[in-house]
């Protein structure tokens, strides 16, 4: 089934799922039904951040509609990725057009999202729960026994279900390298550049440009220091408490490692 892109926008896709309602006296338009929700709190911060970001860069570049319609390249790109991209579903009727600059920062927005916070929020917590095989296992060497085939087998399955699962585990080099593949897929190298880590040197000489990244900079800062204001507090209790882990996937600088926090610029594997 094909997935509407709006979908991919984190405030959409809260909507949808019936998490939250459409408020305009929110401060990012929408009211979470579930108060203490970490990804959705943390979510919406770094969201706004890029949002905020993504227009006002667009906004210097692409001040009216005629200039985005004009720019032969980038509604090349569009219609490459709509068309040739996504061949099969080319002609569904979600797709957004590309004619204003709301247009674009729309659409800009949402891939970097997904590039940057939404990937992190999925990939970089795998390994305390994947790097022990048992929770979540490559490979099953045995199926489920069939009764009408095999009574015998499916007695002792039902006698003791837990001896019938470990026996069917994946064999210790098989284990071993899911281990070792998630490990590696959890991990920040040394080299990882975050999202909104400053630049030495500016990449453009438009001071405009410049001064735009940096208001992006301070936000994602800003983001960081609520979201550790937040796993503080011992009213949250989905990030505080006993055997309550704080939710730190999408804290945005992290050390190299596995460290289950950080948001790099881009999915970087």
Same mark, same amino acid.
């Given at each position: 089934?094909? @997935?509407?892109?709006?979908?991919?926008?984190?405030? +959409?896709?809260? *909507?949808?799922?019936?998490?939250?309602?459409? %408020? =305009?006296?929110?401060? !990012?338009?929408? +009211?979470? *039904?579930?108060?203490?929700?970490?990804?959705?709190?943390?979510?919406?911060?770094?969201?706004?951040?890029?949002?905020?970001?993504?227009?006002?860069?667009?906004?210097?570049?692409? #001040? %009216?509609?005629?200039?985005?319609?004009?720019? %032969?390249?980038?509604?090349?790109?569009? !219609?490459? @990725?709509?068309?040739?991209?996504?061949?099969?579903?080319?002609?569904?009727?979600?797709?957004?057009?590309? /004619?204003?600059?709301?247009?674009?920062?729309?659409?800009?927005?949402?891939?970097?999202?997904?590039?940057?916070?939404?990937?992190?929020? *999925?990939?970089?917590?795998?390994?305390?729960?994947?790097?022990?095989?048992?929770?979540?296992?490559?490979?099953?060497?045995?199926?489920?026994?069939?009764?009408?085939?095999?009574?015998?087998?499916?007695?002792?399955?039902?006698?003791?279900?837990?001896?019938?699962?470990?026996?069917?585990?994946?064999?210790?080099?098989?284990?071993?390298?899911?281990?070792?593949?998630?490990?590696?897929? /959890?991990?920040?190298?040394?080299?990882?550049?975050?999202?909104?880590?400053?630049?030495?040197?500016?990449? @453009?000489?438009?001071?405009?440009?410049?001064?735009?990244?940096?208001?992006?900079? =301070? %936000?994602?800062?800003?983001?960081?220091?609520?979201?550790?204001?937040?796993?503080?507090?011992?009213?949250?209790?989905?990030?505080?408490?006993?055997?309550?882990? #704080?939710?730190?996937?999408?804290?945005?600088? /992290?050390?190299?490692?596995? @460290?289950?926090?950080?948001?790099?610029?881009?999915?970087?594997?």
């Amino acid at each position: 089934m094909a @997935t509407d892109i709006y979908l991919l926008a984190v405030l +959409r896709h809260l *909507l949808v799922r019936g998490v939250a309602v459409e %408020d =305009a006296s929110q401060p !990012h338009g929408i +009211r979470l *039904l579930i108060e203490d929700y970490p990804y959705a709190n943390d979510g919406l911060l770094l969201w706004s951040a890029i949002r905020n970001w993504v227009e006002s860069y667009v906004q210097l570049y692409y #001040p %009216d509609a005629g200039t985005v319609q004009s720019d %032969d390249e980038l509604q090349g790109w569009y !219609h490459e @990725t709509v068309h040739v991209g996504h061949a099969d579903i080319r002609h569904a009727p979600w797709w957004p057009s590309l /004619s204003t600059p709301a247009d674009l920062a729309s659409i800009l927005t949402t891939l970097i999202w997904l590039a940057s916070a939404q990937h992190a929020a *999925l990939n970089f917590g795998q390994y305390p729960l994947g790097g022990y095989v048992p929770n979540r296992p490559p490979l099953m060497r045995r199926l489920l026994p069939d009764p009408e085939r095999d009574a015998a087998e499916y007695a002792a399955f039902l006698a003791d279900p837990h001896r019938f699962f470990l026996n069917a585990m994946p064999g210790v080099l098989e284990a071993t390298k899911f281990m070792a593949v998630v490990d590696t897929l /959890s991990t920040h190298s040394p080299d990882e550049e975050y999202l909104g880590e400053g630049r030495d040197e500016p990449w @453009t000489g438009d001071a405009a440009a410049v001064a735009a990244h940096a208001m992006f900079e =301070a %936000d994602v800062r800003r983001a960081e220091e609520a979201i550790e204001t937040r796993n503080a507090d011992q009213r949250r209790k989905n990030r505080c408490g006993a055997g309550v882990l #704080p939710y730190e996937l999408l804290a945005p600088s /992290s050390p190299p490692g596995v @460290t289950c926090r950080g948001v790099p610029n881009s999915i970087s594997i």
